[in-house]
Every structure is written in C-alpha cells, then in structure tokens.
C-alpha cells in the first residue's frame, strides 16, 4: 500500500500523490465518484486500513458477507437540461466456479447483501462529493431484490424505495449489521 510520499522512479520530485491528484481529483467523472463512493462505505464499515482489491466478484467483503456496491448521482460533469435518471446495477452475473477459477454457466447475485450510494444534490454549483450530507445510502438483502425483481438488471430510485429506506453515512454500518445479525437467516438461504 502506497502512502502518498513515495516518489516515482525517474520523474524527478514527482510522487504517487500527484499521480492521485492528477487521475481522481475531478469527482464530476463518474468512475472518480464511484470511487469514492464505494471509498466511503468501505470507511463506515471500517475496512480502509488495507488496499482495496479490485478484481473481485464483489466489491466488499464485511464479516464473512459478500457486498456489492453501486454509485449513482443526480449531476455530471457536462450541462444537463434536468438531473439524471438514478438506475442502480443489480444485475445478475456470471461467478466464478471456486474450486478450478472458470466462469460458471449461470448468472446470479453473488453478493449477500448491496449498498447502494446516491448522491442526491440536483444543483451543479452546490454539489459537494465531499460532503456525507449530499448522500444517502440504502443497503438492501440480495435475497429481498431476489424476491422483488428477479430479472431485473438495473433499479430506479422508486422502486428502491418501495423496498428500503435511506439512510445517512452514520448509519451505514449498523444497518448492515443488523441485517447480518438479525436477518442471518435470510442472508444462508
């Protein structure tokens, strides 16, 4: 894991950081955002002392529970007549087969449970990614999406709401634990 201070071997007085500044300083970009979104849920669960690791087949693992994460905003960096359609990813996939690492011949959810982040400020000029209070947060059961939208691949922000309510950043890692500890028997079936 890299710190920050750690030069770049042959670019004189440049360091990792800049590289960092250069690449994820613009949040309006919507992989920087989703970055950061999944940054910050990473943080309320308290798994940010170690290097994310990127090429799983979920985006976080919390207590022996798999978590898929999915970031949307109601901006872009472009101008816009009217604020975006919010459509999170619930898509099934194909997993890969544990004990010989092929990919499995069916899709399904392989997360236990998903957090799904939005960022809600409308107005350009007052959105700040930097600010938990321009975010709400839903963490849904995989087995409640299984149940409510089996094929669907993608849910707005209605239909997500008929089945969660959000939630602050404060809140984020109680309710997934109380989701693990009071609903465990959802999460094995």
Avoid at 54 to 68: A, E, F, M, P, T
Avoid at 84 to 92: D, G, T, V, W, Y
Avoid at 108 to 130: Q, S, T, V
């Amino acid at each position: 894991m890299f710190w920050g201070h750690e030069n770049i071997k042959g670019l004189k007085s440049t360091t990792i950081k800049d590289y960092w500044q250069w690449t994820y300083s613009d949040l309006l970009i919507e992989s920087n955002r989703s970055s950061l979104g999944l940054f910050i849920i990473a943080h309320a669960l308290e798994l940010t002392k170690m290097p994310r690791i990127n090429w799983g087949n979920v985006d976080l693992r919390y207590k022996r529970k798999k978590i898929s994460v999915d970031i949307c905003s109601r901006i872009q960096g472009w101008k816009q007549s009217k604020s975006n359609r919010i459509l999170f990813n619930i898509s099934r996939k194909k997993g890969i087969h544990a004990k010989n690492d092929r990919s499995l011949t069916f899709k399904n959810r392989e997360a236990d449970l998903y957090i799904l982040g939005l960022h809600k400020e409308k107005d350009l000029k007052n959105a700040d990614f930097l600010n938990l209070e321009q975010w709400d947060f839903y963490v849904v059961l995989t087995k409640v999406l299984d149940d409510n939208f089996p094929t669907k691949n993608k849910i707005g922000i209605r239909l997500l709401n008929s089945i969660a309510e959000p939630i602050q950043f404060k809140d984020i890692q109680r309710k997934v634990n109380d989701l693990i500890e009071n609903k465990s028997n959802d999460l094995a079936e």
